[in-house]
Every structure is written in structure tokens, then in C-alpha cells.
Nanobody, 120 residues
Framework: QVHLVESGGGLVQPGGSLRLACVAS????????MSWIRQAPGKELEWVSD????????NYADFVKGRFAISRDNDKDTLYLQLSSLEPEDTALYHC?????????????WGQGTQVTVSS
């Protein structure tokens, strides 16, 4: 059974940074594309970023604009998202999800999420 547990969220001022982490279990993490997705209040889930199983290639949604960095440690079955230059519009519940940009909905496997709130 796929199990994903996110951590690292919090309250941060505009321009601040956070590092999110996601520990995976129940599947072969190192063989899977992984994504970060988010859901802002009153909005649908949206894809943020994904990373190849090897970690050699990453992709980002246009709104990231170079502010976020996804990475993974396959020895620890852990996915990361470094958030920088945060804006109030980044306020959302962030989830890690199994699968890449075009497959995370099909796998329908994501964790409970970690809340990121950007406010002064």
C-alpha cells in the first residue's frame, strides 16, 4: 500500500523559504517518477513539479519561475521541494504524489499534505 508522508510546511513571510520533505513507502520509490502538487483554498489540485526516477531531470509548472527546486534521495525513499522567494499566492496544501506530470492523477496516490502559508 502506497504511503506518503509530507513535512516541513509552516508560516513564512513573503520572500521567505521552506524545505518540504516526503517519505515514501509501500512501493519501489527509486523506480517511479514523483511529483509535488498543491491545492490552494477554493481551488483544484495543481501540479507543481516532477522528477525522473534517477533524479537527473526535473520539470516545473510555469508559475514556479525558477523559485522552487525538486530533488530526491532514493537511498532514503525521500522527495524534497525547496521553496524560495515565496509569494502569498503560493499559500496551499502541498502534497507529494506518485507519478509525473501526466500520470499523478492516474496513480491517485498522494499524502495528506503539509500546509504552506505565506503572509506578512
Amino acid at each position: 500500500q502506497v504511503h506518503l508522508v509530507e513535512s516541513g510546511g509552516g508560516l513564512v513571510q513573503p520572500g521567505g523559504s521552506l524545505r518540504l520533505a516526503c517519505v515514501a513507502s509501500g512501493f519501489q520509490f527509486s523506480n517511479n517518477y514523483m511529483s509535488w502538487i498543491r491545492q490552494a483554498p477554493g481551488k483544484e489540485l495543481e501540479w507543481v513539479s516532477d522528477i525522473l526516477p534517477s533524479g537527473e531531470k526535473t520539470n516545473y509548472a510555469d508559475f514556479v519561475k525558477g523559485r522552487f527546486a525538486i530533488s530526491r534521495d532514493n537511498d532514503k525513499d525521500t522527495l524534497y521541494l525547496q521553496l524560495s522567494s515565496l509569494e502569498p499566492e503560493d499559500t496551499a496544501l502541498y502534497h507529494c504524489a506518485r507519478g509525473g506530470r501526466f500520470m499523478w492523477k492516474t496513480f491517485h496516490s498522494w499524502g495528506q499534505g503539509t500546509q504552506v502559508t505565506v503572509s506578512s
